[in-house]
């Protein structure tokens, strides 16, 4: 699933990043701020005005992203 | 010792504490500029080590890798290899990290070694590290890594110490360069777990008490709450605690004024030095305590973390009007001057996002305006009180820096309708933790804006309010003329031709007069209507206020203040546009959409608020 669809507060792993169109550098921005497959992350805040931007959770840092730029963020919800 | 100093350079991620720990070292012995053609500040200090070892210390700016597609990034990476034209490549790259966020901060340190210079990290903030219970194995870092670990706390008073005692003694020896180009980026990223661990202990990810400030500060209703109480107390504040500090200066000039003018003989010189400097300068000065309360809070915001979430409240919004969330940082800025405002955009990495929130910044009150909203503020609207605990000035005050952010709103979002370029544009913006604002940081920072503020009005201000003095005391009346002598002169006339153009908006001749040097400096305008007026009056600020009470109607000082708020701005931030944009095009749209809005606010305010006088 998407990033920009995991629910506030649900654990989930980081699958990929994927550029939106040849040599995004979104993507390539997202994945040198620590989106590389396996991290964990976790939506912790989501913006008061059309529920964007959202705050990411990722390591110990804490992103502010967009719908549309976490939306090329794929991440895997693990079963506990 | 050497004989020249050790060049150090401080790269790091940003929020890595790494200009706190610039600070901590080089205290107030910094020089700022800018780096050649570009605006990017070039911090540069000076410390000498217990052993009388002298060096050189460089600022460079914040950057999360060296893929750079900002001129930031582009030039910590030259400056950091020697390839940036005039600056040597440093002796020693000093990487600061912050230990309780390894896990982005360690990639970059990778990245920086791989460049195979001599390297130091600085494990920074490692008090706050403590505190949470992260434990770093720091021995076994510097083993696999390969290049020397310190710990610093720049907040500290002696936090730097081991840094110190580390470029005190040998040089490190350069790290090897990764000559096939090393590991990919992806893999970068395995190194930086593989050391996480093998050093780094955890028992929390985040810090609990920022997960508890977030909780309200981010909040959808609260938080939107929180950051408008704070943005109103901000402005009360400013008016309340600048104007007995103002008073007091205006007083003392008066004083030093009258004192002058006792050992001078009558005569122009006299008159120069009585009512040009003392009266003119005094005026001015006397508004750097509201500026300074206003730098005051504006820093404690930066400091402490806040700021970055007002921009992610405030994302959406400015979206909406083609700006982005971090437009809010250069656009506060504004508030005190749009120059630093306009560079300060360089954060913004998109060229839409960044062109749209530089034509709207000079619309923010810059404080420059300040002194020209508070004189006719304090002149025309009655001191009371409403519903008891606002004051009335204050809300006048309130209202004028309101009238400027929905200007901006509204040209944002005309710009965002007549743009051909609808492509999507980044956020990206990193929410560090809370800190405790250092009064050291704070004081730095406060004397640097002070400083530039104070370097402008020495040089610009002073030669405009001589050449203000002796256009309006030259020509002298003819014999047996019966009108003020300011009416015969050069200015006199300059005043009477603007007048028609100034007419319609309730401008006399004396207000579009002071209109020509406010356009090389806006707070110029009291100092140009404090000349004019000096003729018959006192040169300090309650002096001057009574002579525009006496002299306009309150309709014409309604359209004053609108139209300093919209009106085209100072020379120097035009030219700061053309600097940052390199096009004189944009300049022109600059200058010409805000005259326009400014004229027929000014118009509609004149005309309406007449009908109610």
């Known amino acids: 699933m998407r990033l920009s669809d995991l629910p506030k507060g649900a654990p989930a792993v980081v699958d990929r990043v994927d550029d939106a169109h040849a040599a995004d550098p979104i993507a390539q921005r997202l994945r040198d701020l620590g989106f590389v497959d396996g991290e964990p992350v976790r939506v912790v805040a989501i913006g008061p005005v059309g529920a964007d931007p959202l705050l990411i959770q990722i390591g110990s840092t804490r992103f502010a992203l967009r719908r549309t730029e976490a939306a090329r963020v794929t991440v895997r919800q693990e079963a506990a | 010792m050497s004989a020249t100093a050790l060049r150090i350079a401080l790269v790091g991620n940003p929020n890595c504490g ?83 966020n390894l896990r982005l901060h360690l990639r970059f340190v990778l990245e920086v070694k791989r460049l195979g210079r001599p390297v130091v990290l600085a494990l920074n903030m490692m008090d706050a590290a403590r505190r949470r219970g992260i434990v770093i194995d720091v021995p076994e870092l510097q083993r ?68 508890a400030l977030d909780r309200w500060a981010l909040h959808p209703v609260f938080g939107l709450l929180i950051l408008g109480v704070v943005m109103f107390l901000v402005f009360q504040a400013v008016y309340a605690a600048g104007k007995p500090m103002t008073d007091l200066i205006g007083d003392g000039f008066g004083w030093l004024g009258d004192h002058a003018a006792a050992s001078l003989p009558v005569g122009p010189i006299k008159s120069l030095v009585v009512d040009g400097l003392f009266g003119g300068i005094g005026t001015v000065i006397g508004f750097l305590p509201e500026i300074l309360v206003l730098f005051f809070f504006i820093l404690l915001l930066e400091e402490s973390g806040y700021l970055p979430r007002a921009a992610f409240l405030l994302d959406r919004l400015m979206m909406s009007v083609g700006l982005t969330g971090r437009s809010f940082i250069p656009l506060l800025s504004s508030f005190a001057c749009a120059i630093p405002g306009i560079m300060g955009t360089r954060s913004i990495q998109d060229p839409r996002d960044r062109l749209a929130t530089i034509l709207v910044a000079p619309l923010m009150t810059c404080s420059a305006r300040l002194p020209v909203y508070a004189l006719l503020i304090g002149a025309f609207i009655p001191m009371h009180h409403v519903l008891g605990i606002f ?30 370029d609808k492509s999507e544009h980044a956020l990206l913006m990193e929410l560090p933790s809370y800190r405790m604002p250092k009064p050291r940081d704070i004081a730095i920072g406060l004397w640097e804006r002070a400083s530039i503020f104070l370097k402008r009005l020495t040089g610009v201000i002073l030669a405009l309010t001589i050449i203000m003095w002796a256009i309006s005391t030259f020509p002298g009346p003819p014999a047996g003329a019966t009108g003020p002598a300011i009416d015969y002169s050069i200015a006199g006339y300059m005043g009477h031709y603007l007048q028609y153009i100034f007419a319609p908006l309730g401008f006399n001749w004396q207000i579009s007069l002071s209109l020509i040097p406010a356009f090389a400096a806006r707070e110029t305008a009291v100092a140009a209507l404090a000349t004019v007026y000096a003729v018959g009056g006192d040169s300090d600020t309650v002096g001057l206020a009574h002579a525009l009470a006496a002299n306009f109607s309150v309709a014409s000082a309604l359209s004053l203040m609108v139209w300093f708020a919209f009106a085209p701005q100072c020379m120097s931030t035009l030219a700061v546009i053309r600097r940052e944009t390199h096009s004189w095009r944009n300049v022109a749209i600059s200058f010409g959409y805000m005259f326009v809005v400014a004229y027929v606010a000014s118009l509609l305010t004149y005309q309406i608020a007449r009908l109610f006088a």
């Open chain 2, 144 to 211: 696999r890594l390969g290049i020397p670990v310190v710990e610093t706390v720049a907040v500290k008073r002696g936090g730097a110490a081991a840094l110190v005692e580390r470029v005190d003694g040998d040089m490190p020896v350069a790290a090897a360069a990764s000559l096939d180009d090393g590991p990919s980026r992806a893999n970068l990223h395995v190194q930086v777990r593989e050391l996480l661990a093998a050093t780094v202990s955890m028992p929390r990810q985040t810090a609990e008490l920022d997960d």
């Open chain 2, 391 to 420: 004051n009335l000035q204050g809300l006048v005050l309130f209202a004028l820096y309101a009238a400027g952010i929905l200007g901006a709103m509204a040209v944002g979002w005309v710009i965002k309708r007549i743009h051909r």
């Open chain 2, 18 to 100: 790494k200009t706190a720990l610039f600070n901590l070292l080089t205290g107030g012995r910094q020089k700022v500029a800018n780096y050649a053609g570009v605006t990017i500040e070039r911090k540069e200090g000076r410390f000498t080590t217990p052993s009388g070892r002298v060096l050189q210390i460089l600022d460079l700016p914040g950057t999360y890798s060296f893929d750079a597609n900002s001129p930031d990034e582009q030039i910590t990476r030259d400056v950091l290899e020697g390839n940036y034209p005039g600056e040597a490549a440093p002796d020693l790259i000093v990487c600061v990290a912050d230990a309780t």
